[in-house]
C-alpha cells in the first residue's frame, strides 16, 4: 500500500507549481495561476483539464464575464493561467476560443495628486515609508518594484536607482532623488546591521531569483544582494522552508498611504499608485517627452502613456469653461 502511494503521480496543482518554479516565475504568479486552475476546476465539476476542452475553457470565462462581472484584467489573469495550464503543463493546444464573451475594460482616468497634495500627504509620513513613498513619486516605480530593491540597486554616483525583472521581465533605469541620497544611505547602514545579526544567529540568506542563486552561489549572504527595506522579522519561505527575511508587505504601505490622504484631507480615491501616475502627469506638465516618460515608466506602448496627458493641468482636454469666459477669468 505504502508503495503504490509513493509511485502515484503528483497532483495536478503541484504539477503546475514544478513547472512554474522550473521557469522561474515569481511566487505572487505561482499562487495566482493555481487559484485559477483550481477554480476552473470546481466549475467543471472536478473534472480533469485533460479531459475538459475549448468549449468548457470558454463557458469558465464567459461565467467570469457575464455572471460575475469581472474586470477585463482579471479575466485575462484567469485566461493566462489555463493557457499555461494546457500548453506548459498537460502540453496539449485547445484552439481558438470563439464564442468569449470578452469582459469590457473601462476606460477610467488615473487618480492624481497635484504638487501641493503630494507635499501635503508626504509630510504625514515618516520612517521607511517615507523613504518609500517617496521613491514611488520621485521615480515613479510600481510599489512592489520599489519593494522589491536590493542593496546593489541604488547607484548613489550617478544617481540613478536599477529596476530589475520590473513588469515584462525588463530591466530599466530611473532618476534617484537627491532628497533621498542621505535618507537612503542611513537606511542602508540599518540594513547592514540587521544583516549582522542574522549572519551571527545562523541566518541572512537572502533569496536570490533561480539563475543568480546557481551564478553566484554564495552571493545571497552578501550585503549587496539584501533588500533595501527588510521585514522586521524572519519568516519561512513557502517555497523552500528555509527561514530568511523578506522584504516588507505592500499592504502596510497601503495602509500607511490611506492614512497620510485622510490626515490632508484628500477626497481623492488615491492609493500608493498614485504616487507613479502623479510622477508621469508632473513630467508631462514640466514639458518632458512623453517618450522619455514611457521609458521611466517601463512600459511597451506609449499608448499607455498616453493617458496622462488627459489628466494634465487644465482638464477637459485643456479646454477654458464657459462660465470662467462669461466671467472674464484668465485662468
Known amino acids: 500500500m505504502e508503495r503504490r502511494f509513493k509511485n502515484q503521480p503528483p497532483k495536478l496543482l503541484d504539477q503546475v507549481r514544478v513547472v512554474i518554479r522550473r521557469k522561474h516565475y515569481s ?21 480533469h483539464p485533460k479531459n475538459m476542452g475549448k468549449n468548457e475553457i470558454t463557458k469558465f470565462l464567459n461565467h467570469l464575464a457575464v455572471d460575475r462581472k469581472v474586470a477585463a484584467s482579471t479575466q485575462n ?19 481558438w476560443l470563439e464564442n468569449l464573451e470578452y469582459a469590457k475594460t473601462p476606460e477610467r482616468l488615473p487618480v492624481v495628486f497635484s504638487v501641493d497634495e503630494v507635499r501635503s500627504v508626504l509630510t504625514s509620513i515618516d520612517g521607511v515609508y517615507w523613504i518609500v513613498t517617496n521613491i514611488l513619486y520621485g521615480s515613479g516605480l ?29 530591466d530599466r533605469s530611473v532618476m534617484l532623488s537627491e532628497i533621498l541620497i542621505e535618507p537612503l544611505q542611513k537606511q542602508i547602514y540599518k ?10 544567529e545562523g541566518y541572512g540568506a537572502v533569496y536570490l531569483p533561480y539563475a543568480l542563486e ?25 517555497r523552500t522552508g528555509f527561514i530568511r527575511r523578506h522584504h516588507i508587505g505592500q499592504s502596510p504601505v497601503q495602509r500607511v498611504v490611506k492614512t497620510a490622504v485622510r490626515s490632508a484631507k484628500i477626497h481623492k480615491n488615491a492609493t500608493s499608485h498614485t504616487f507613479r501616475h502623479s ?8 514639458g518632458y517627452d512623453i517618450r522619455t516618460v514611457q521609458e ?36
Open 27 to 47: 511566487i505572487r504568479t505561482e499562487k495566482t495561476y493555481v487559484e485559477w486552475v483550481r477554480r476552473f476546476i470546481l466549475f467543471n465539476q472536478k473534472r
Open 77 to 95: 489573469q484567469a485566461l493566462s493561467a489555463i493557457v499555461f495550464l494546457y500548453r506548459e503543463v498537460l502540453e496539449q493546444e485547445f484552439g
Open 142 to 170: 510600481r510599489i512592489m518594484e520599489c519593494l522589491r530593491l536590493r542593496v546593489l540597486d541604488i547607484d548613489f554616483e550617478y544617481r540613478q536607482i536599477m529596476v530589475r525583472d520590473g513588469k515584462g521581465q525588463k
Open 191 to 200: 540594513v547592514e546591521l540587521v544583516h549582522k545579526t542574522d549572519l551571527m
Open 214 to 238: 546557481k551564478k553566484y552561489p554564495n552571493a545571497n549572504k552578501e550585503l549587496k544582494w539584501q533588500y533595501l527595506f527588510p521585514a522586521s522579522r524572519r519568516s519561512v519561505d513557502p
Open 279 to 286: 510622477f508621469a502627469t508632473h513630467l508631462l506638465e514640466a
Open 296 to 331: 521611466l515608466l517601463g512600459h511597451k506602448d506609449v499608448s499607455t502613456t498616453m493617458i496622462y496627458t488627459h489628466v494634465m493641468k487644465k482638464g477637459g482636454q485643456g479646454v477654458q469653461s464657459p462660465a470662467d469666459m462669461l466671467n472674464g477669468s484668465k485662468t
